[in-house]
């Protein structure tokens, strides 16, 4: 059962959320420095595969791996692209 705070948010979001910490957690293994910017390699990652799903639905996108309404492929994609960006802007 999800806490109340999340229960009103459609399902596709909260993988999407999963999907981009992953993703971030990932990233920042390979590529991170310090300990105290992983939360924002988190936030980014949220924010970026929500995009990335949301981006992916508007142009129609290829759906070769989905969960319910998320492409994980898309969602991923967008998270690692955002955050690799951030981390070469000094992130």
Same mark, same amino acid.
């Given at each position: 059962?999800?806490?109340?705070? %999340?229960?009103?948010?459609?399902?596709?979001? /909260?993988? !999407? =959320? %999963? $999907? =981009? *910490? $992953?993703? &971030?957690?990932?990233?920042?293994? @390979?590529?991170?420095?310090?300990?105290?910017?992983?939360?924002?390699?988190?936030? %980014? #990652?949220?924010?970026? !595969?929500? @995009? =990335?799903? /949301? /981006?992916?639905? !508007?142009?129609? &996108?290829?759906?070769?791996?989905?969960?319910?309404?998320?492409? /994980?492929?898309?969602?991923?994609? #967008?998270?690692?692209? *955002?955050? %690799? #960006? !951030?981390?070469? #802007?000094?992130?």
């Amino acid at each position: 059962m999800l806490p109340p705070s %999340l229960a009103s948010l459609p399902p596709w979001l /909260v993988l !999407a =959320g %999963l $999907i =981009g *910490v $992953i993703c &971030a957690a990932a990233c920042f293994t @390979l590529f991170g420095k310090h300990w105290s910017r992983l939360a924002w390699y988190a936030v %980014l #990652g949220i924010f970026a !595969a929500a @995009l =990335g799903q /949301v /981006v992916g639905a !508007a142009i129609h &996108a290829p759906e070769p791996i989905k969960i319910g309404d998320l492409n /994980v492929l898309i969602a991923s994609f #967008g998270a690692c692209s *955002v955050i %690799l #960006g !951030a981390r070469l #802007g000094g992130l």
